[in-house]
Nanobody, 114 residues
């Protein structure tokens, strides 16, 4: 059974930083691309970034230069470093892995507010 667990969200002031983690179980983690999405209140879920099995990363334009993805296959964990946070980054952040279907974590809330 595939499970994804996110952690690391919280309340931070504009310009601050957070590090989100996504830990997987039930799969050979190193085989798969891991994606991060976010969903702000009243908006659709959007893709933020992903990291391939080879460590290649892709970011949506709005977070380029501010967010950084990395992975530790030995720990079955992907990290999303969020720097220079803006109020518009406020959302629930989800990690996801697509195999035959898409598996989602439960989400972690990031709130950027002064």
């Amino acid at each position: 059974q595939v499970q994804l667990v996110e952690s690391g969200g919280g309340l931070v002031q504009p310009g601050g930083s957070l590090r989100l983690s996504c830990t997987a179980s039930g799969i050979i983690f190193s085989f798969y691309t891991v994606s991060w999405y976010r969903q702000a209140a009243g908006k659709e879920r959007e893709l933020v970034a992903d990291i391939t099995s080879l460590g290649r990363t892709n970011y949506v334009d709005s977070v380029k230069g501010r967010f950084t993805l990395s992975r530790d296959n030995a720990k079955s964990t992907v990290y999303l470093q969020l720097n220079s946070l803006k109020t518009e980054d406020t959302a629930v952040y989800y990690c996801a892995i697509r195999i035959s279907t898409t598996y989602w974590g439960q989400g972690t809330q990031v709130t950027v507010s002064s």
